[in-house]
């Protein structure tokens, strides 16, 4: 569809700094840039971490993700293009494939594992973590997975194509909707020398990754493989990104919690003594109960 509702911002943000994001193996021995580390996890609350992973190679996604437990914060992978195959504890399964998005709220624990279901081809997507607010941390968890069709999509005027995963662009509503983070997850696809413009509210961390092209913030160029920080400018009310060439990003943005943040692997609490519980819970095998689907 066309967008009805044109998010005209008169003052943008300006970039705060460019990120280059860090080689790392996770799960079983996937190679993975993780772009959005730990030592920025209190500069962009409430996000916790982004991985992108891509490649053509099989032998750097094809050990995949077995099963791992997860507590206190919430997971979307969105899956560019391949196969990914996710189960859990409690039994669920789903397959991602191209454009499809699995939202995963773990709250007080699940475990589970995510395996692709392919041998070559190329595969690429992107992990996020969302943290939870502490009221919610020990809340049943969910999951719920989206196929590529079923996310809300748009097209401006100047050429973009708009998926929206999370929030609300251009009056179209995302998949999801958070009520305290209010996150917004959005994928574009801009023809070169095209511009878009996103609302985004004052005091919201954002940040945008460029996985195509190059695209300019207020004169700043982000390239492939980049992720800008955008400057929490007071007055501020959204952005605006023009495509050097034909490029793809996507652009997230989030109320930040201001809560205490306490990591230990895959758990984030808000104390030490709570990791510590997430932990004895684990090996007590008191972690990774039902996932309502």
């Known amino acids: 569809m066309t967008d009805q509702a044109s998010d005209k911002v008169s003052t943008p943000r300006s970039v705060e700094r460019i990120i280059t994001g860090q080689a790392v193996m996770d799960g079983a021995g996937v ?8 030592t920025l996890q209190r500069r962009l609350d409430p996000f916790l971490m982004l991985d992108n992973f ?33 189960k859990d504890s409690a039994g669920n399964e789903g397959l991602l494939t191209n454009g499809g998005v699995q939202w995963m ?6 475990i589970h594992s995510e395996m692709p279901e392919q041998e070559d ?3 690429e997507g992107f992990q996020l973590w969302l943290n939870l ?16 069709a079923d996310v809300p999509a748009f097209s401006t005027a100047a050429g973009a194509k708009v998926k929206v995963i999370a929030g609300r662009s251009h009056g179209i509503d995302g998949a ?17 020398g095209a511009s878009f413009s996103q609302l985004l509210p004052e ?32 007055g501020a009310d959204g952005v605006v990104i023009t495509a050097d ?6 652009l997230i943005a989030g109320q930040p919690l201001n809560e205490p943040i306490a990591q230990y692997g895959p758990f984030v609490m808000n104390t030490q003594a709570e990791l510590h519980t997430a932990v004895e819970d684990f090996r007590a095998g008191k972690l990774g109960e039902e996932a309502q689907a």
């Open 31 to 38: 190679k993975i840039n993780r772009v959005l580390t730990q």
């Open 54 to 86: 891509g490649s053509d190679q099989a032998n750097d996604y094809i050990a995949g993700f077995p099963s791992h437990p997860h507590r206190g914060f919430e997971t979307v992978t969105y899956m560019i293009e391949g196969r990914m195959r996710h």
């Open 105 to 110: 709220t773990a709250g007080r624990g699940v």
């Open 121 to 123: 081809g190329v595969m």
């Open 133 to 148: 607010p502490a009221r919610d941390k020990m809340r049943a968890p969910w999951y719920r997975d989206f196929n590529g």
């Open 176 to 192: 999801v909707q958070r009520a305290v983070t209010e996150p917004l997850y959005i994928d574009v696809d801009l023809p070169a």
């Open 203 to 234: 005091g919201h961390n954002a940040f945008l990754f460029t996985y195509r092209g190059t695209v300019s913030v207020d004169g700043k160029a982000v390239a492939t493989g980049r992720m800008a920080i955008l400057a929490n400018t007071k």
């Open 245 to 250: 060439e034909a490029s793809r990003f996507i």
